[in-house]
């Protein structure tokens, strides 16, 4: 069974670009949320994607969005980059009806200068 | 709203030595509670789990119950080992207006000396 993947593994950025980061979810997973990770923090919710819609938000502002695509993948795209935006971001998903259990992808590392 | 509160880090072990890593939680409901593991350069290994008051979850030697009346779900393992250096995050699920998600504590280093 192939787990939560996710592409790229590092990525250096421009202050004031755009990124999009993707993730696979694990087999039969219909759930996908992503988080961010600050150097030495735990993880912060960003959102959660279920049937290719917004299931729920943390405290990110807008220029964080996201989609989920049919086969369940999703993105993460960050407009207007900050250098507060450098993180290890990662992606977690989870089985139909069970999205309180997630299973986390090795994460991207976003470094912006 | 929610959240978590975990010791502070590192702590330093030797091999074989008993492990505590202290997690108390604020939540409204009933959380499910979680143990993940971070090993350097990686993302997270849910460790174990308890959905419920006096559950106890359990994996790899590690255990951990969920204790209702305290409000804590404290890890540990009775004889750790080096390849057991990681840093470990308490975390709890809650339903609400943001969907099913996860709340972190700040995370505990821990570095197990041969």
């Known amino acids: 069974e192939t787990g939560v993947t996710q592409s790229p593994t590092h990525l250096i950025k421009t202050r004031g670009q755009q990124v999009t980061l993707r993730c696979s979810s694990q087999?039969?997973?219909?759930?996908v949320s992503w988080y961010q990770q600050a150097l030495g923090q735990g993880p912060q919710f960003i959102f959660q994607?279920?049937?290719?819609?917004?299931?729920g938000r943390g405290n990110f502002p807008p220029r964080f969005s996201g989609l989920q695509f049919p086969n369940y993948s999703s993105e993460l795209n960050v407009n207007a980059l900050e250098l507060d935006d450098s993180a290890l971001y990662l992606c977690?998903?989870?089985?139909?009806?069970?999205?309180?259990?997630?299973?986390f992808g090795p994460g991207t590392r976003l470094t912006v200068t | 709203g929610n959240s978590v509160t975990q010791m502070e880090g590192p702590v330093t072990l030797s091999e074989e030595a008993f492990l505590t890593i202290n997690c108390t939680y604020t939540?409204?409901?009933?959380?499910?509670l979680f143990w993940y593991v971070q090993y350097p350069g990686e993302g997270l290994q849910l460790l174990l789990k308890?959905?419920?008051?006096?559950d106890k979850g359990s994996n790899k030697g590690f255990e951990a119950t969920y204790r209702k009346e305290t409000t804590s779900f404290h890890l540990e393992k009775g004889s750790v080992q080096v390849s057991d250096s990681a840093v470990y995050f308490c975390?709890?699920?809650?339903?609400?207006?943001?969907?099913?998600?996860?709340?972190f504590g700040g995370g505990t280093r821990v570095l197990v000396k041969p």
């Open positions: 975390a709890l699920s809650d339903r609400g207006a943001a969907g099913n998600k996860l709340t």
């Open positions: 087999s039969g997973h219909n759930t």
């Open positions: 939540a409204t409901g009933y959380p499910s």
């Open positions: 994607y279920y049937r290719e819609e917004e299931n």
């Open positions: 308890a959905t419920k008051a006096d």
């Open positions: 977690a998903s989870s089985l139909p009806g069970q999205s309180y259990e997630q299973y």
